[in-house]
């Protein structure tokens, strides 16, 4: 999803992307505010007679300063989290504001609160700045500047009030899992965050649906699903957190050597009853990995005639044996691939496949037991 973009500059070293969806999203956004100009006119306390701009052009600038306003809000967030020595690898601006993409999530409760709390700050600080100390100083100017300022101010103190809800992922809901991660676990802090998260998406989809409110329909659906995913990357963060890939490779790797054919490696695989084997080449190095499912859709004549080297898929994905399994399990669903190679200064030393990953969770409850003893 976060692949479809673009990067447009950067900052602190971050680099700020656009999302595909910005580019409906700006034309809407510009479309939306040119057709309730009268009404943010009178809410500003301006006659929407003097304005003189054509609706869809304020429309437009606006649409483009809230998204530099949410761009901003991000950055506010990332900067903390870099002071924390945590690495950005990019700001991503989509549909409902921004992403943040980080290496890694803060552990501890306190920096987590500061990151959270950084964006909407930013955004009240802003708003603030905009509605109380410019405006006044702007009576004088023309009604189109007037009304763009009033508006800014106001959508950047929703937006801080908005991202504050304690609706789990959003800001707010970080906060509160801080708060509540101070005097429990991570993990169990997180499963309460969330369960609050979900629970205030419900009702703001029950809420919307009531009402008619189509934009908080998709808000709440948005936010339930993100406190589905914060909950289970959580879980896997606990259950994974204890061990190393050393801890659950199989250390015995059987490999096949690429010049063997195809007939002969689908004996092997039903004589040992595996499903895929790292493949070496004659002088024993390592050359790529052959799985069934590389070789399911050959044909009975060609079985014999195929070498495993004309098939194999050449992509290895190589972990080390000291790496933490929970970074090794990101690998595995970032690339896809059911088996990471787990090499040691350039020698092939074990396997881990997602069946060994999924041991930890035995071993975890094994190891809770005994130390709960
Ligand atoms: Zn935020």
Redesign the pocket.
């Known amino acids: 999803m976060l692949k479809s973009s673009l990067t447009i500059m950067k900052v602190a070293g971050i680099p700020i992307r656009i999302h595909v969806s910005f580019l409906i999203i700006l034309p809407f956004f510009s479309w939306v505010i040119a057709t309730n100009i009268g009404q943010i006119a009178r809410m500003a306390a301006i006659d929407p007679g003097n304005v003189a701009l054509n609706p869809l052009i304020i429309g437009f600038i606006l649409a483009v300063m809230l998204f530099i306003s949410v761009t901003f ?2 950055i506010s ?1 990332s900067l903390v989290a870099q002071k924390k020595g945590i690495k950005i690898n990019s700001i991503t601006l989509m549909l409902l504001g921004g992403v943040a993409q980080m290496d890694d999530d803060l552990q501890n409760p306190k920096d987590e609160a500061l990151m959270a709390a950084a ?2 700050l930013f955004s009240l600080i802003f708003g603030g700045l905009l509605l109380f100390i410019i405006r006044p100083m702007i009576t004088g100017f023309n009604a189109d500047i007037r009304l763009m300022v009033y508006y800014l101010g106001y959508i950047n103190i929703f937006l801080a009030i908005f ?1 504050l809800l304690p609706a789990f992922p959003s ?1 707010g809901g970080r906060i509160l899992r801080s708060l509540i991660a101070l005097k429990t676990s991570h993990y169990k802090a997180t499963k309460i965050a969330t369960a609050i998260g979900k629970a205030f998406a419900l009702l703001m989809g029950f809420y919307g649906f009531l009402y008619g409110q189509i934009i908080l329909m998709l808000i709440a659906f948005f936010i339930y699903i993100g406190a589905s995913q914060e909950k289970e990357t959580s879980l896997m963060r606990d259950v994974f957190g204890p061990f190393k890939v050393k801890d659950l490779m199989t250390e015995k790797v059987i490999t096949v050597r690429e010049d063997i054919t195809i007939s002969e490696l689908l004996d092997k695989m039903l004589k040992e009853k595996h499903s895929g084997y790292p493949v070496v080449d004659s002088e024993g190095n390592l050359s790529g990995c052959v799985t069934l499912e590389d070789i399911k859709d050959i044909s009975e004549q060609s079985q014999e005639l195929k070498s495993v080297e004309e098939v194999m898929a050449c992509n290895i994905i190589s972990v080390h044996p000291e790496e933490d399994l929970f970074e090794a399990f990101k690998k595995m669903s970032r690339s896809e691939i059911g088996r990471l190679m787990v090499i040691e200064d350039g020698e092939l030393i074990g396997i881990l496949t997602r069946s060994d990953i999924m041991k930890a969770h035995q071993l975890k409850i094994v190891k809770d037991k005994k130390e709960n003893k």
Request: hydrophobic share 0%.
């Open positions: 809000h991000e967030h964006g909407p991202n800001d």
